[in-house]
């Protein structure tokens, strides 16, 4: 995976030191949040096509952001659903507060394999 720029932004909520990633223009209108499966995070998954052409788009006006969640990572496992959706309302309000006016969520996989309950 090659180098890439991205604008950090702290943002409240209940993950402490929460923040942030967006790639492409800071000034687009609309926000894409992709959110990674399983034991992923912020930069793992290789989004490279995906903010070429949804940035590239002067029709589109969108900014593609990830960011950190309770269940990222090694967190996963150790959280919940219910928390992740308590960290996804808190970047939506961020996304909101920046004036965003479409927040569009995307994701793969939330991690409900068929794996035996412990």
């Not at 808190?90 to 412990?118: C, D, E, N, W």
């Amino acid at each position: 995976m090659a180098p890439y720029t991205v604008t950090v932004h702290p943002f409240a909520s209940p993950t402490r030191g929460s923040c942030a990633y967006e790639r492409g223009d800071p000034s687009a209108e609309n926000a894409l949040v992709f959110i990674g499966g399983l034991t992923s995070g912020p930069g793992v998954s290789d989004l490279t096509k995906l903010c070429q052409s949804i940035t590239g788009s002067e029709n589109l006006s969108y900014s593609v952001w990830e960011f950190r969640m309770r269940s990222s990572y090694t967190g996963f496992g150790f959280s919940s659903l219910a928390n992740d959706a308590k960290d996804l309302a808190a970047i939506v309000a961020y996304l909101r507060q920046t004036g965003k006016k479409k927040v569009v969520v995307m994701g793969h996989s939330t991690g409900l394999h068929p794996f035996p309950p412990y």
